[in-house]
C-alpha cells in the first residue's frame, strides 16, 4: 500500500488505457505522455501495461506502507525522498514508512511514478486508468491508499543502463498528419495554421488542449464523426481544440489535423503559454 | 445495399471508412451490418470498431505498416457482407417526467416556438426515435427522428450544470443526459432511468440501431421509479422489433 498525505494538484492512476468501449461512448483516457510512463515501466523491468502514477504539476507526498522499488520520469517536479532530493529516469529503492515528495516544476508538466509491479487499484473495464463515470474516482486524495505488490526479492535491473532516453520537452514541433477534413481547408488557413506559433491557452486538461491564436474560419460542422485523442478540430469560431486521452468519442466540428503518438505525448508536456507549431509529416 | 465507401489513413494506428455525408437510416443499417462483420472476422491486432452518423473508425493495437493491406482487408469484408450477424433491435420506453420542476426551459421554448407546453410534450413523446450510436459521454444516445416542429437552435452560451438525466433538445436532436454535464441544449423534462452504469455488466442497455419512446409519467411515478432501480427491482420494458 502506499497512502496519500497529500494528494497534489492533479494525480491520477493511469495505463495505456481503456479498449472496447468506444461505442457506448467510453473515452480510451491513459497516460497523457506516454513514452515517459513507459520509459519508467521499462527502467523498474514492469510490463508496458503496468499502471502508473500521472502527477501534474504539482507532486503529491506520498507514504510507503511496504518496501519497493520506484522511477520517477517525465516533468522534473524536483523529487525528494525523505527530504533528500532524487533523480528522474533511476530506480530508487523505496523502504517501508519512506515518504515520497515533491517540489517546484522544473521542466515538463507531468510526471510518472512507476513502482516494482505496477500500481493494483480497482481495473474497470480492462484498465485501471480513473475516469469519473468509469471509476468513481477523479483524482487521488488525502488518505487514500494505493494499493501495490510487495516486490519478491529485489532485482538488480541492468536495462538501467539501456539508452533510454526521455524527450526535451522545450521542443515545440509538434508533428501532424493530415485530417480527414484537412482538404476543406482554404490555402491561406492551412498556411497560416502551419506557419503560426500557437499558444497553449489556459483551458487545458486532460480532455483538451485549446490554442490562441483564434484563425478566420468558415468551415461548416460536419456530421458527428469518431475522433480519437490527438485530432485537432476547427470550430466555427476559429478556435484549434487539440483532443487529448479523456476525449469524447465523437465530435462535430472538422478534424483537421491529427497529432501523431510523439506529438501527443510532447504536446501533454505544454501548459499555458508555452508555444508549439505544427509540422506537416507523411504517414 | 452497398455504398461507396471512402477509405483513409486516420493515424498511425486506425483506419477511417466513410459513408455519403447524409444521416439515413439505411446508411446507419449498412454500417452497423459493417462493424458486426469486422468484429466478427479475424483481423490480425485489431483492437476495435467505433461508428457514427457517417463513418466507421477501425482501431488497431499497433502502427499499421501495410495500410493498403489492412484496407484490401475491410474492403473484401464489405465486398461479402453477411446479414447474419445482425443482431435483434429493441424498441425502449423510457419514462421521462414532464414537470415544471425538470422542464426548466419549456416555458421558454413554449414561447420561441409558438406551440403550448402540452404540445411540445405531446409532439416529443409520440415520436420513435432511431439510435444511430453513442458517443459524447458514457451512455449518451445519439436520437435521430426529432419532430420537425421542435427543431430549435441550441443555447448560445451552454449551462454549465445539466443535471443527470435531463432531456433537452438542441437543432435536430434530442436525447438525454446520462450524468451531470454542461450542455446547451434546452431542458424539458427528466428521465428517471441509468443511461450508463459501470457496475452493470452491460453498462449500457441500448445500443446503435434501437429504437426508443419516451413516456410521460408523473413525478410519484418518476419517484417509485428511483426507488426501484436503487433496490433493483426496476426493469425497463422493451419490445423486440427484429
Known sequence: MITVLEPGLLSTIQDLGRFGYLDIGVPICGVMDSNSAGLANILLGNEKENAVLEMTMKGPKLLFNVSTQIVITGADISPHLNDVSIDNDKIHDVKKDDILGFGKLKTGLRAYLAVKDGFKTDMVFGSRSFYQPVTGLNQISKNLKLAINKPILSVNNTVQLAKLKSVDFSKQFLDVYRGPEYSQLSKSQSNKIMETPFLVSKLYNRMAYQLLPIIENHLDSIITSPVLPGTVQLTPSGRLIVLMRDCQTTGGYPRVLQLSESAINLLSQKKERDIVKFKLVEM | ?242
Open chain 2, 1 to 242: 445495399m452497398k455504398y461507396y465507401l471512402k477509405y483513409k489513413r486516420y493515424n498511425e494506428y486506425s483506419i477511417l471508412i466513410e459513408w455519403p455525408a447524409v444521416i439515413d437510416e439505411d446508411i446507419l443499417t449498412n454500417i452497423i451490418n459493417f462493424k458486426n462483420n469486422i468484429e466478427n472476422s479475424y483481423i490480425e491486432s485489431l483492437v476495435e470498431v467505433n461508428s457514427a452518423y457517417n463513418s466507421i473508425l477501425v482501431i488497431y493495437d499497433c502502427p499499421i505498416e501495410d495500410v493498403n493491406g489492412k484496407i484490401n482487408e475491410l474492403k473484401r469484408i464489405y465486398t461479402y457482407l453477411s446479414d447474419a450477424n445482425l443482431s435483434s433491435t429493441y424498441l425502449w420506453e423510457i419514462p421521462v417526467c414532464y414537470n415544471e420542476e425538470f422542464a426548466i426551459d419549456l416555458d421558454h421554448l413554449s414561447e420561441r416556438l409558438k406551440l403550448s407546453k402540452s404540445e411540445i410534450i405531446t409532439r416529443h413523446s409520440q415520436q420513435i426515435y432511431t439510435i444511430y450510436f453513442l458517443g459524447f459521454l458514457p451512455g449518451f444516445l445519439y436520437l435521430g427522428g426529432l419532430d420537425k416542429l421542435l427543431q430549435c437552435d441550441r443555447k448560445s452560451t451552454p449551462e454549465l450544470n445539466i443535471k443527470k438525466g435531463a432531456v433537452g433538445i438542441g437543432g435536430n436532436q434530442t436525447g438525454v443526459y446520462p450524468q451531470n454535464s454542461p450542455g446547451g441544449w434546452h431542458i424539458i423534462g427528466n428521465s428517471p432511468i441509468q443511461f450508463f452504469d459501470a457496475k452493470r455488466y452491460n453498462p449500457c442497455f441500448a445500443k446503435a440501431g434501437d429504437k426508443i419512446k419516451f413516456v410521460p409519467i408523473e413525478k410519484q411515478k418518476y419517484n417509485e421509479i428511483i426507488n426501484a432501480i436503487a433496490l433493483k427491482t426496476y426493469s425497463l420494458k422493451r419490445k423486440l422489433l427484429k
